[in-house]
């Protein structure tokens, strides 16, 4: 069966399929599909492109469960963390943590330019490092895709931080937002996985949840 027919069925799929799918080895083939993507360099970066984005969409689903979707039919499920955790396993027999750090040096232009973007998204999500934030209305550059367009109440989970911006990920697409809208709050329960392993990851300590700025207006 084709990956793309097995993409299919977990897109669609409910908690049950999920199972099956874990059971029969689903996400050693995610790992075989980047091992194995080949073609010309454009070809072979696309499939690697749509190999990390499944690994991605694959593992939060299973951590935080997958909510109906209107524009877009699907079967909702709870988060599986039982599940993950095999997931883990299977990625690790199957050398997945090598096969995406290599592409963290992918420099790969164009189209699927983001490869190291979704390299170290995916090593993130393996590794189960997670902080909410909650962002101020901000419209991307118009003239530059790698700006996200977001709204106040959004949740969005920090990538990395730099001088006068955060780069952050939301639904699966990583941009920037400008640091100055944002205040930070530490959390009283974080969900950081704060290791050794993990902090170069984000190269900075336990990062904080990040709020909005009251407007100066609400603020008076």
């Not at 393996?126 to 700006?147: A, E, P, Q, V």
Request: hydrophobic residues 35%; glycine residues 6%.
């Amino acid at each position: 069966m084709s990956i793309e027919c097995l993409d299919s069925i977990h897109s669609q799929g409910d908690e049950q399929v999920q199972v099956e799918l874990v059971t029969n080895g689903y996400p050693r083939v995610l790992v075989m599909d980047i091992n194995t993507a080949g073609g010309n360099e454009q070809e072979q970066d696309r499939e690697i492109w749509e190999g990390l984005y499944n690994i991605i969409r694959f593992i939060r689903e299973f951590l935080e469960g997958r909510q109906i979707n209107p524009y877009y039919p699907c079967t909702s499920f709870p988060p599986q963390p039982d599940l993950f955790k095999s997931c883990l396993e299977q990625f690790e027999d199957e050398g997945g943590n090598e096969e995406i750090e290599a592409q963290l040096v992918n420099k790969a232009i164009g189209e699927y330019d983001d490869i190291h973007n979704n390299s170290n998204l995916a090593k993130r999500r393996i590794l189960n490092i997670f902080i909410d934030i909650i962002i101020s209305d901000y419209s991307g550059r118009k003239d530059d895709s790698t700006y996200l367009h977001v709204a106040k109440g959004d949740i969005a989970q920090l990538f990395k931080k730099e001088l006068n911006w955060y780069t952050v990920e939301k639904c699966d697409k990583i941009g920037k937002v400008p640091k100055g809208l944002l205040r930070a709050q530490i959390p009283s329960s974080s969900k950081v996985n704060q290791t050794p392993e993990n902090s170069e990851l984000i190269n900075t300590p336990v990062l904080p949840r990040v709020i909005a700025k009251q407007d100066n207006a609400n603020a008076a």
